[in-house]
């Protein structure tokens, strides 16, 4: 039997700053009421209990929900691999929406998860070719 515990040389890296990091080992996710979500976005993710939970807004079509939380899951296993941790997205999402700034937090270059963010956006914009989505109307989908 394998040990899962979070000092587990099999289950951890060595990040940043000698930090650990405990791999994924749980993931649920939601479609929930925009109003629910912890601020602004039609998708966030966050850690609870030890379990990665991911939090997307009801949209109309399933199709977009779909992508957003293809989005958010690529994104955060690269900021996983990458040692950026979500108290550091927490920190600069919850900054920018309070200093009143428009659009994805993910988009500013200054963002610690730019790159990850860019990267899931092409995943997103594949799939949604795949799925048959027309990318300007899922991104006027309000929630």
């Known amino acids: 039997m394998l040990d899962w515990s979070p000092l587990h040389p099999i289950r951890t890296r060595f990040l940043k700053g000698y930090a650990l990091m405990p791999d994924l080992d749980e993931i649920h996710a ?3 009421p925009h109003s629910d979500q912890r601020y602004d976005t039609t998708g966030d993710y966050f850690t609870k209990d030890g379990i990665e939970e991911f ?3 009801r949209l109309s079509d399933e199709r977009h ?3 957003i ?3 958010e899951l690529i994104e955060r296993i690269l900021c996983h691999h990458r040692g950026i941790s979500n108290e550091a997205i927490d920190r600069f999402d919850f900054d920018y929406v309070k200093s009143g700034k428009l659009g994805e937090p993910g988009d500013d ?3 610690p998860y730019h790159a990850e963010h860019r990267f899931a956006t092409k995943i997103e914009k594949l799939l949604a070719q795949e799925l048959e989505v027309e990318w300007n109307r899922y991104l ?4």
Do not use: F, N
């Open 69 to 71: 939380l293809v989005h």
């Open 140 to 143: 006027d989908d309000e929630p």
């Open 109 to 111: 270059p200054q963002a």
């Open 55 to 57: 939090r997307i807004s």
């Open 30 to 32: 939601k479609v929930i």
């Open 65 to 67: 929900e779909h992508l």
